[in-house]
């Protein structure tokens, strides 16, 4: 493994090496409630080092975390929590598929445990998702709701709650690819007793009655309005690595990384297109060290760094940060931390540097990219803008054709890249990449 030479929780990891090597290829680890020497306040913080201004913390009594890697943990944590459940099972979750978690959570229905889950109402690219998920929960006890926050945003969360005490969070959705079938690159964190898990069905309950989002700990990360949070786990002191599926218009995150230069290593699917190949080039351009990972997909979404580690579903990109239902969760616990980074060394060590990258799809060479053409970026388009707006940014579109969605008419434009744009009335409601 690649190692610089003044990561703090590297070397950390490397003391810590033989147990880490174990854990890791299990894809969890426990991690035990801390030690009289090492205890903290009852309204204080988590053990290590205080955080800097901005980075928030766990409270001291939620006290048991577990890493959650994948490719390696599968579905078997989830099927554990839930089977561990007497009383109630909350799950939101943006696709659900996975056989082993639909039979756990109709098994836990059947034995009289109340199950809800809440499923986006519209996934991206899915069109036929809902019907699927709706079907394999026909005939159970098991409680559905499908539900976004607005017709263009998602619900992107990915947490399970079992009886208000454990609660797991991440960047998993309850697919194959995600789980068992080892396809994707996935960080998730499994916590155990203290306030959090009764924090995260707070915001389950809201969002499954239509209520407001109820107040929530600095240590819980929500969309909308996660942009500023994110920002400051990047400008944690000292080096910080990231694992991120999109690198889209973010501009306080962006300003973060490119602020972090040298100190900052992201890792990026192979398959990013030209415009977040654009924002790749920009962030390297300010010494960010950017390598790219054909296998597995990197869908995780990661930040680590010497005082805490965020791991939860928020993708970089405004729509995420802004209109989405996201949650993600910050741990400061040591162990964690450890873990996690050594987990994004592996592949770290297997990815291409963006450098050498240059058969990578597209080929921007600023962050603002460049309008329409098959060879130029295609630059961020706010919903709700016209179509004749939308055609000075990106040009025109290589071919029209018609659809309706919910029972709606739209326009579809298609553009040379594979790129989509889907107009109602003539304003855009949906960007497919």
Same mark, same amino acid.
């Given at each position: ?42 309204? $204080?913080?988590?053990? !290590? ?33 839930? &089977? ?18 639909? *039979? ?25 998702? @809902? ?9 159970? =006890? ?15 969360? =990915? ?24 396809? *994707?690159? &996935? ?5 155990? !007793? ?17 209520? /407001? +989002?109820?107040?929530? /700990?600095?240590?819980?990360? @929500?969309?909308? !309005? ?8 990047? +400008? ?8 991120? &599926? ?57 930040? %680590?760094?010497?005082?805490? @580690? ?25 162990? @964690? ?38 060879? $130029? %970026? ?14 000075? =940014? ?12 919910? !029972?709606?008419? &739209? ?5 040379? *890249? ?16």
């Amino acid at each position: 493994m690649h190692v610089n030479r003044n990561r703090v929780w590297l070397r950390l990891a490397s003391a810590l090496a033989p147990a880490l090597f174990f854990l890791t290829a299990c894809g969890t680890a426990n991690v035990s409630a801390p030690n009289a020497a090492n205890s903290t306040p009852a309204h $204080g913080t988590a053990t !290590g080092a205080a955080p800097s201004k901005g980075v928030a913390s766990i409270a001291a009594s939620a006290s048991q975390f577990t890493w959650i890697g994948e490719p390696g943990a599968g579905s078997a944590p989830w099927v554990s929590a839930i &089977e561990r459940a007497r009383q109630r099972v909350d799950y939101n979750v943006y696709l659900l598929t996975d056989e082993n978690v639909a *039979n756990a959570l109709k098994q836990a229905a059947a034995r009289g445990v109340i199950v809800r889950v809440i499923l986006d109402s519209h996934p991206y690219d899915f069109p036929d998702a @809902v019907s699927k998920e709706l079907a394999m929960f026909r005939g159970s =006890k098991v409680q559905v709701k499908t539900w976004s926050p607005s017709a263009t945003s998602y619900d992107h969360a =990915k947490y399970l709650v079992v009886d208000g005490h454990l609660a797991i969070v991440g960047s998993a959705n309850a697919t194959y690819s995600a789980l068992d079938g080892g396809a *994707n690159l &996935e960080d998730n964190v499994e916590i155990d !007793g203290g306030t959090l898990p009764a924090d995260l069905d707070a915001l389950f309950q809201a969002d499954w009655s239509g209520r /407001p +989002r109820p107040s929530l /700990p600095p240590a819980l990360i @929500v969309s909308p !309005g996660s942009a500023e949070a994110l920002a400051n786990q990047i +400008r944690q002191p000292g080096p910080v690595v990231m694992a991120e &599926e999109e690198l889209y218009d973010a501009p306080d995150v962006m300003a973060a990384m490119e602020a972090k230069g040298r100190q900052l290593e992201l890792l990026l699917p192979s398959s990013i297109d030209s415009e977040e190949m654009a924002n790749a080039r920009m962030l390297a351009s300010h010494g960010v060290q950017v390598r790219l990972l054909s296998s597995p997909y990197v869908h995780a979404k990661l930040i %680590a760094g010497t005082e805490a @580690v965020f791991i939860g579903s928020e993708n970089l990109s405004a729509n995420s940060l802004d209109d989405n239902r996201e949650v993600g969760m910050v741990v400061t616990q040591p162990l @964690v931390r450890a873990q996690a980074e050594a987990w994004f060394g592996q592949y770290w060590q297997k990815a291409q540097p963006l450098s050498s990258a240059s058969g990578a799809s597209g080929t921007g060479t600023s962050g603002s990219g460049t309008s329409g053409g098959s060879g $130029g %970026a295609y630059p961020y388009l706010p919903i709700g803008i016209s179509e004749s707006e939308a055609r000075s =940014k990106w040009g025109p579109p290589s071919s029209i054709s018609s659809t309706t969605y919910h !029972g709606r008419p &739209e326009t579809v434009w298609t553009y040379p *890249n594979g790129a989509r744009l889907y107009f109602q009335d003539g304003k855009l409601v949906h960007v497919s990449r």
